[in-house]
């Protein structure tokens, strides 16, 4: 059972607007930059998110993170069918003197 | 082109001992922070330890403390994770990942390699 908590599963229709949430507490989010990852079926993990809110070059910016004390968010604008992926959140944690991991949102385009 | 490709993973017995690779090309490996994180079968993300670029500086997951030591030659390019007294509960893809920040902004990743722990 993760420390950072996600819903297990969200979903959406093309071009509608999804956001999906991670929470956790002031030793890791509350304390901590927020990174989100993007897992396409049967591929490694991609870096979407870093710093709350920054995105790597390459990501669209249909993708965009947001932080809030102990909580944070990823939103999707314009939903792709590509998008249908699982998201990941992750923080440094203080009081583990570790990374964690959230665990995971399922993406459905419908 | 960044490359991180990890090699070593396979079917071991419980209680047994396995070292993961992972080889690095396209970077400045020396100055990054490695991690490795691992993902159980249709499970999330776990993420087992770390080691910065100074090769002295370590961190690891509760669960893996004392059974996995991550280490790294930055002669060679190349990632490390020693896993001793493995657990049916180990079997899972690892995966090696590179962090500039040296905060955790994991970057790259490899494809993973596949560690089945059973009898």
């Known amino acids: 059972q993760s420390v950072v908590t996600q819903p297990p599963s969200a979903s959406g229709t093309p071009g509608q607007r999804v956001t999906i949430s991670c929470s956790g507490s002031?030793?890791?989010?509350?304390?901590?930059?927020v990174t989100w990852y993007q897992q396409l079926p049967g591929t490694a993990p991609k870096l979407l998110i870093y710093?709350?809110?920054q995105r790597p070059s390459g990501v669209p910016d249909r993708f965009s993170g947001s932080k809030s004390d102990t909580s944070a968010s990823l939103a999707i604008s314009g939903l792709q069918s590509e998008d249908e992926a699982d998201y990941y959140c992750a923080a440094w944690d203080g009081s583990l003197n570790g990374r964690v991991f959230g665990g995971g949102t399922k993406l459905t385009v419908l | 082109q960044v490359q991180l490709v990890e090699s070593g993973g396979g079917v071991v017995q419980p209680g047994r001992s396995l070292r993961l690779s992972c080889a690095v090309s396209?970077?400045?490996?020396?100055?990054?922070?490695m991690h490795w994180v691992r993902q159980a079968p249709g499970k999330g993300l776990e993420w087992v330890a770390a080691?910065?670029?100074?090769?002295?500086?370590?961190y690891y997951a509760d669960s893996m403390k004392g059974r996995f030591i991550i280490s790294r030659d930055n002669s060679k390019n190349t990632l490390y994770l020693q896993m001793d007294s493995l657990r049916a509960e180990d079997t899972a893809v690892y995966y090696c990942a590179a962090d500039s920040s040296g905060r955790g902004t994991l970057e790259y990743w490899g494809q993973g390699t596949l560690v089945t722990v059973s009898s």
């Open positions: 396209g970077l400045n490996f020396r100055t990054y922070t």
């Open positions: 002031s030793s890791n989010i509350g304390s901590n930059g």
């Open positions: 710093n709350n809110n």
């Open positions: 080691i910065m670029y100074d090769v002295n500086t370590k």
